[in-house]
């Protein structure tokens, strides 16, 4: 089976850029189930429920995030209503939400998804090597594919995750920093890999972000509005191909689509 994942999902030209893009890529490459990052997708900042349906709507199957959840707080309210909205597993107890899910694809196949939050140069959170051993003892009673998003900044943090869940996961997919890296393989254990599946947005940016307002956070060093910026609109993601008995990842692709016009 083929399963796409899409890289953080930006603003409106990041919503657009799925709506136009992901319907050819489905039906081009035989795509079974997609996964996409959220977590900026309302005006680079959090997620609303109306982004949420619109990106199920889009064909997406299941939506992480990582510390930006958060950022618009009506998503108290709503995040404990789709299964399929997670937030990282390592927060504390008591935080609402769901940190992973097991999802049917069909013909008796299921999909689990994970997410993660790092720990190195982000917001203190339980360790994510104890939490995926103990979110992947239920994941794995259900199915042996399981993709996990790790939501971290530091590339090294991204790697021993990797190394430590080799054989044990399908994927290890790297979000948080929206530049695509050009890592992607396989672990010796049938675990695929990449330390960060880019961006999808503008690309005319700094991350997604006016160039502008970021030149002028660095050059006078006060706080200013940060806003989505426009140009050069990609989608961003890995693809895999991945054996439904086993769970092995056979194959891993990065994929960037420009959106013309």
């Known amino acids: 089976m083929n399963i796409l994942f899409i890289g953080d999902i930006i603003g409106k030209p990041g919503r657009r850029a799925v709506r136009e893009l992901l319907p050819q890529l489905v039906a081009g490459r035989a795509v079974d189930f997609v996964i ?15 982004i949420v349906e619109d990106l199920y709507g ?7 995030s990582g510390n930006h959840v958060w950022d618009k707080r009506e998503v108290d309210d709503f995040i404990d209503d789709y299964e399929t909205l997670l937030r990282p597993a390592n927060y504390p107890d008591g ?3 769901h940190g992973s ?7 008796g196949v299921y999909v689990g998804v994970l997410n993660l939050l790092g720990r190195v140069f982000m917001p203190a959170v339980d360790c994510p090597f104890r939490t995926a051993e103990r979110e ?3 994941i794995r009673r259900k199915t042996p594919i399981v993709i996990v998003d790790f939501h971290a900044e530091a590339t090294s943090e991204k790697q021993a995750l990797s190394w430590f869940l080799d054989g044990r996961v399908t994927a290890v997919i790297g979000t948080h920093t929206h530049v695509q890296t050009a890592d992607e393989g396989i672990r010796p254990g049938g675990s695929a890999y990449i330390s960060d599946a880019g961006m999808t ?9 006016r160039k502008e307002a970021i030149l002028e956070r660095f050059l006078r ?4 509005r940060f806003d989505v910026a426009k140009g050069d609109i ?3 993601g890995v693809l895999m191909e991945v054996d439904e008995t086993s769970g092995r990842a056979l194959k891993i692709e990065r994929i960037s689509l420009r959106l013309e016009g």
């Not at 889009?58 to 992480?64: A, G, I, Q």
């Not at 899910?101 to 013909?107: A, R």
Request: hydrophobic share 40%; net charge negative.
């Open 234 to 236: 990609r989608l961003q």
């Open 136 to 138: 992947l003892e239920k």
């Open 101 to 107: 899910v097991v999802m049917p694809v069909s013909g």
């Open 58 to 64: 889009y064909r997406v199957d299941v939506l992480t």
């Open 36 to 50: 996409a990052n959220c977590e900026n997708a309302a005006a680079g900042f959090g997620v609303t429920r109306e």
């Open 201 to 209: 947005g503008p690309f005319d940016s700094v991350i997604g972000t």
């Open 95 to 97: 935080v609402p939400g």
């Open 221 to 224: 060093q006060v706080p200013n």
